[in-house]
């Protein structure tokens, strides 16, 4: 069979047009190129970062058969990654008349900005949500927001208005829901399984067709830079102005989006977004899912991937202390050959992980607590939403018939030069009962098994008194107080 030859351009739909880049840089953002080569304005640059979304726009893709339009950070998004997409920006909201979208006229009504830096980027989250939910709660209008910050209203206006746009119009009559159709037909026609290669040396790119197709160029390509949510590599370029090429773009891998639960264990592929997994944990082990609402803002929960997460390595990394805790496995593949290791093994010092040239994060296993356990993790931050975590803890416990601990798992973020496992504090616990005193016995091991540095986010000191402080948290959890602790049940 003669090989497929690679194709040389990026194809997407922008807006209501068909596009197709054949010189695009590895390190170009989707908000750079919409400002200086397409002149679209709306969509602003704030941070840089993804934490304001001034940049916030709209980017469909095909999931499953169906089209899901998620709210992204285009400031740190690359055009590289957009490959049979359509992304969505605050100037295809305009009617054929000229008037105000729906959404729109509600923030003008209900005087919901002012300076109007950041009011496109609200815009578009709230129309991501409309679009979801007609007559969203209030609850639901505060998660959509946690990626938009404004200076100078304050939320109570924009939360108005929010909940008014149905008044406006109707979700089902708005005009990006009424071309679906001919959206997913375009976009199935764009998504045809090839290779694109684009560029050369410091200017290549690479958007793999399938995922033995990206094992095989990362084999040959150890040195490559795996781009797949860019909620971290978006930042090496947009504030340290790293080289991350050659570039290889693997968000539109659908073999790297499974997510299932089987044998008391839900596994995870490396592609799946906080987004994704979220219904899924929050039911099964409900403390990951208010944990993930923590987790950056909604376009960074859309954007960022569970095994980008644990690959990155960094000490601070939210889902690796529950997970270790929890007892999860991790598969690496190279080539065409997988392993498969405990997920606290994969963790070998700061910045260095058990990972072979060319190999990679395929999926991560996670064990259900068992009937009776009880499984909480706790994140303390300096703000509480879409803030990085000063320090995490997370405890797996089981307590025997006679009260005593049958087994405990303790693992903390923020602790160490990686995700670690308290050996010591376990070792004093497991075997005696489960009461105040014997925690209390427990606390001096922290010492043993921490020594936490002090940075921006806090205090050597701070950290080691918080951790000891979340393992008395838990304890009063789990006698008798009323807390947000998961009970493991038999599935």
Not at 187 to 192: G, P
Not at 360 to 378: I, Q
Not at 422 to 433: D, M, N, R, Y
């Amino acid at each position: 069979m003669a090989k497929v030859k690679p194709r040389t351009e990026i194809r997407f739909i922008l807006n209501g047009e068909d596009v197709a880049l054949s010189d695009v840089a590895p390190d170009e953002t989707l908000l750079d190129w919409l400002r200086l080569e397409r002149r679209l304005r709306g969509s602003k640059e704030g941070c840089a970062e993804g934490d304001c979304g001034a940049c916030t726009v709209l980017v469909g893709r095909l999931s499953g058969g169906k089209l899901v339009y998620e709210s992204v950070n285009a400031c740190i998004r690359f055009v590289g990654s957009l490959d049979a997409t359509h992304v969505v920006t605050i100037e295809h909201l305009k009617g054929k008349d000229g008037n105000l979208h729906p959404v729109q006229q509600a923030m003008v009504d209900f005087h919901g900005s002012q300076c109007g830096f950041c009011t496109p980027g609200f815009v578009m989250s709230l129309y991501g949500l409309w679009m979801k939910s007609a007559t969203p709660s209030d609850a639901e209008i505060e998660k959509s927001l946690q990626g938009n910050l404004c200076r100078c209203t304050g939320y109570e206006a924009i939360v108005r208005a929010a909940k008014a746009i149905s008044t406006y119009g109707k979700a089902a009559k708005d005009p990006l829901l009424a071309e679906r159709k001919a959206i997913i037909a375009r976009l199935s026609a764009l998504k045809d399984g090839r290779r694109v290669e684009i560029g050369e040396d410091k200017q290549r790119l690479v958007v793999p067709g399938s995922l033995d197709d990206f094992a095989k160029l990362y084999k040959d390509e150890p040195k490559a830079t795996i781009v797949a949510g860019s909620t971290d590599v978006g930042l090496w370029v947009t504030k340290h102005m790293r080289d991350i090429a050659p570039a290889v773009f693997i968000a539109g891998l659908d073999e790297l989006k499974a997510i299932s639960e089987t044998d008391g264990a839900i596994t995870i592929g490396a592609g799946v977004t906080y987004t994704e997994a979220f219904a899924l944990l929050a039911r099964r082990i409900p403390t990951m899912g208010t944990l993930l609402n923590r987790l950056g803002g909604e376009q960074v929960r859309n954007m960022g991937t569970i095994g980008g997460n644990i690959a990155n390595g960094s000490p601070i990394g939210d889902t690796p202390p529950p997970l270790i805790a929890l007892g999860a496995r991790l598969t690496l593949r190279r080539g065409a050959k997988s392993r498969t290791i405990p997920l606290e093994d994969f963790f070998v010092a700061y910045g260095k992980q058990d990972r072979q040239p060319g190999e990679f994060v395929e999926s991560v296993t996670v064990p259900l607590p068992a009937r009776g356990e009880k499984f909480a993790v706790h994140k303390v931050s300096k703000r509480r939403d879409e803030d990085i975590t000063s320090t995490l803890g997370a405890f797996r416990l089981a307590v025997a018939r006679d009260g005593t601990v049958a087994a405990i798992r303790v693992a903390f973020g923020g602790m160490a030069a990686t995700p670690k496992r308290a050996f010591a504090v376990e070792a004093a616990l497991i075997g005696k009962p489960w009461t105040e005193e014997t925690v209390e016995a427990a606390i001096a091991a922290f010492d043993t098994d921490f020594t936490p540095l002090t940075d921006m986010r806090a205090t050597a000191e701070y950290r080691m008194l918080a951790a000891k402080n979340l393992l008395r948290r838990f304890f009063i959890e789990t006698s008798g107080t009323k807390a947000p602790v998961q009970v493991g049940r038999a599935a």
